[in-house]
């Protein structure tokens, strides 16, 4: 039976709710946001004349764990015990026990509450004697593969989990159907060149091929088997991330290189999933969201996509892992026939973490004082998307873990290059370099030009903010709470000088 909530009096159906995240892939990567992409990606296309696309849409982070974290939780990633780069397939869970998710109020409400795909925030696999982390996401030994896994995604809101623990060039390679694993692994596998995965154990049939495709034919039996209730299905997908491994149909098909191919594949997945809604007579009343956990990695090879006129990034300066707009500025389109109009685009700022915030909006949830606290509704945006901005400002995080705030036209960058994988990198910047950035986008989207000399009581005011949100533990209203782990990181060591001498060192 579906239940009913009421606006201005009304009754109406709970909506459904369909979270698809796209692993790595650039705001430059469909076509309806990129007048020069490379290739066409229909279903996407549609999805965004359907509904509205969001175009200063970000992530909090500009890498995997710490931008999932931030979606189920509302929360910045940094204020978790994660103060930099990612997770592997064999860490400790990283989402506080006691922490409420968006899985915990939707389930709450009534809803049936489903996760199919990477889940990449850590969890407590059975272990034996010996076992011990191994660097760079290797392979690790003593794993009893039989045990029950603790803090898994049912342990965080979730009726339903089937999906792998990292990332798909992570081991372990076996798939874990709610908190166990589905088989003991029997082979090692290993991949190479664009379609790179570590070398690890790996279950009998499960073929990395395969993976994308056998994910999403679970989501479609999950919408088909739960479709007379109010649902939420939150689908990580494991792709366009390496190994970047598009389907046979796919190959050669963008006209750019595998990774235009693997996207064509990605896009075919949305389609897929929208037409099962239509089928089940569900798509009225399902808000449909599809975005991406960070930008481009340059595993996609940008030499070759520019070589075919492709650029993943649009016209945003860096990549994956990045403090600049290509690390974190994401495709972000919202589809919800019944609610949002069609074909329209927002230009207000918004974040991944606000999808919290905004179905407890819809739903007329009261959020407890330390939950979302960096979650901000996006309603109003929904329903109109000229109206003004919601947030009052943002923070963004490169894979070193450094900083960045924005509000309105103005970005300040606690880092005196990339803070990740273009150049200047980490520790390569040039020594004569101001330590921090100031960029003005409404005249430089290309983060070119560093006027940071020229307006130092504009930096000023906005690392006031910034130290403010970090101390307070959270961005919005509400009683001070406390950030996890480490208070203060090598990358904000920043925050320990004295206000005069931040002052003077920018000016």
């Known amino acids: 039976m579906r239940k009913k909530l009421r606006r201005n009096g009304v009754k109406m159906n709970k909506p459904n709710l369909i979270y698809i995240l796209a692993d790595d892939m650039g705001y ?22 359907e509904g509205m696309c969001f175009t200063d849409a970000h992530s909090t982070s500009a890498v995997c764990t710490p931008s999932r974290y931030g979606i189920l939780t509302g929360r910045y990633n940094w204020r978790s015990r994660l103060k930099s780069y990612v997770m592997g397939g064999y860490s400790e869970a990283l989402i506080e026990e006691g922490r409420k998710t968006i899985a915990d109020f939707l389930k709450e409400e009534g809803y049936y509450t489903a996760m199919v795909g990477k889940w990449h925030l850590g969890m407590n696999f059975s272990k034996e004697p010996g076992f011990e982390e191994q660097p760079d996401f290797a392979a690790c030994n003593y794993v009893d593969y039989s045990g029950k896994i603790e803090r898994s995604p049912i342990a965080n809101g979730f009726d339903y ?4 623990s990292g990332s798909l060039d992570m081991p372990p390679y076996i798939y874990i ?8 692994p029997d082979h090692i596998t290993k991949g190479t060149g664009k379609g790179f995965y570590r070398e690890g154990p790996t279950a009998p049939g499960f073929v990395h091929e395969h993976v994308l495709d056998e994910l999403t034919d679970k989501v479609l039996a999950q919408i088909e088997e739960n479709k007379e209730k109010p649902f939420f299905i939150y689908f990580p997908m494991p792709a366009p991330h390496t190994p970047i491994l598009p389907a046979k149909e796919f190959q050669g098909k963008s006209g750019t290189n595998e990774y235009g191919d693997f996207v064509l594949h990605v896009d075919h997945v949305v389609g897929q999933i929208n037409r099962k809604l239509k089928e089940e007579g569900l798509l009225e009343n399902t808000i449909v969201i599809y975005t991406s956990d960070n930008g481009c990695s340059p595993m996609a090879n940008y030499q070759e996509l520019l070589q075919k006129g492709h650029n993943p990034s649009y016209i945003f300066r860096g990549t994956k892992a ?11 389109i919202v589809q919800w026939p019944r609610e949002i109009p069609a074909g329209t685009a927002c ?8 999808i919290m915030a905004t179905m407890c909006d819809i739903l007329n949830i009261d959020m407890g004082e330390s939950d979302g606290v ?9 329903k109109n998307p000229h109206g003004d901005e919601v947030r009052e400002d943002l923070i963004h995080q490169s894979i070193d873990g450094s900083l960045s705030i924005r509000k309105g036209k103005w970005k300040l960058e606690m880092c005196p290059g990339s803070g990740g994988w273009s150049d200047p990198k980490p520790g390569e910047e040039d020594a004569a370099a101001p330590k921090f950035q100031l960029y003005d986008l409404s005249v430089d989207i290309g983060e070119k030009n560093n006027i940071i000399h020229q307006y130092p009581k ?3 005011e906005l690392k006031k903010i910034l130290k403010n949100h970090i101390f307070r533990g959270r961005s919005t209203p509400g009683p001070i709470q406390k950030n996890n782990g480490q208070a203060i990181w090598e990358t904000i060591k920043w925050v320990e000088e004295e206000e005069e001498e931040i002052n003077v060192s920018i000016s």
């Open 28 to 49: 430059g990567d469909i076509s309806a946001l990129n007048e020069n992409c490379g290739f066409r990606t229909p279903n996407l296309d549609q999805m965004a004349k």
């Open 161 to 164: 989990f089937y999906g792998i």
């Open 177 to 184: 159907e709610n908190d166990h694993f589905t088989a003991l």
């Open 322 to 332: 990045d403090i600049y707009e290509g690390g974190h500025r994401i495709p972000f």
């Open 347 to 354: 230009d207000k700022i918004v974040c991944l973490s606000d």
């Open 374 to 382: 960096d979650s901000v509704s996006n309603l109003p945006l929904w």
């Open 458 to 460: 504009k930096a000023y």
